[in-house]
């Protein structure tokens, strides 16, 4: 399928990925299947009890649902931005789909233990609440990780897309904003073995240094992204023409 148009991005990015590949079609079927995991994970309930349990685990999934919205606009942004199919994006985006299912069930577990009372016996240790930071740490900087690896990648190849200098400064902004964000999610699980066993899992504070981090990557980026519009020519802010357009 081919847009009729290619409209260009509120910051001037030009679309290069505006027909659907395989890759993107690939990846919806994986995200749609992480989905129907978070919610037939629980059996059908019998009784209204376990109605109401139901009931307070859509908390859960709401949050989830939310989580993975903004995952699958990031997907969705850098391949409608690039439109890269070479072997080192598809291998990058494996890893990230795999980590995205492996991710399911964690993720449902601390947002299904926050939103409501699972009784005493979840946790059996301390060693259990720490692994459950460390569970969680990781896997956030392994998906921000895939994601850095992915601009990583499409700087590298800036030559060959034609990249501008507004555009250049964009996937360079991409790219440190992932790799603070997945060190964010490292020092959580390094903070998990740092602290008393007992206060482990005050590790999950260490996620509030995400706000500080964007504040500050989105001030520092502003004025190279500034400073690159400013060198960038006319023609390059201009969306490439449209095939129908060529014709």
């Not at 859960?60 to 931005?81: E, G, K, P, T, V």
């Not at 993720?107 to 609440?129: E, N």
Request: proline share 4%; aromatic share 18%; with cysteine.
């Amino acid at each position: 399928m081919q847009f009729s148009h290619q409209p260009k991005s509120h910051q001037g990015f030009r679309l290069r990925g505006l027909s659907t590949s395989r890759i993107d079609s690939f990846s919806d079927i994986v995200f749609g299947f992480a989905l129907t995991l978070i919610v037939v994970s629980s059996a059908v309930p019998h009784t209204f009890d376990q109605l109401r349990t139901v009931l307070l685990g859509f908390y859960a999934f709401a949050i989830c649902f939310c989580l993975f919205i903004f995952i699958w606009l990031a997907h969705f942004n850098f391949f409608r931005r690039y439109g890269l199919h070479d072997a080192t994006t598809m291998w990058i985006n494996f890893a990230l789909l795999f980590t995205v299912l492996a991710y399911i069930y964690p993720l449902k577990f601390l947002f299904s233990f926050a939103a409501h009372d699972t009784g005493p016996g979840v946790f059996s240790s301390f060693y259990q609440r720490r692994d459950l930071v460390v569970i969680y740490g990781a896997g956030f900087a392994a998906l921000q990780l895939c994601y850095a690896a992915l601009y990583g990648n499409a700087w590298l190849k800036r030559t060959p897309l034609h990249l501008s200098p507004l555009e250049i400064a964009l996937t360079l902004a991409d790219f440190w904003n992932y790799i603070g964000t997945a060190s964010v999610g490292l020092l959580c699980c390094l903070l998990a073995f740092l602290l008393p066993l007992a206060h482990a899992s005050r590790a999950f504070y260490g996620f509030f240094l995400l706000i500080i981090w964007g504040r500050t990557q989105a001030i520092v980026s502003a004025r190279r992204i500034r400073a690159a519009r400013a060198r960038t020519a006319p023609q390059d802010l201009e969306p490439f023409p449209s095939k129908a357009n060529a014709a």
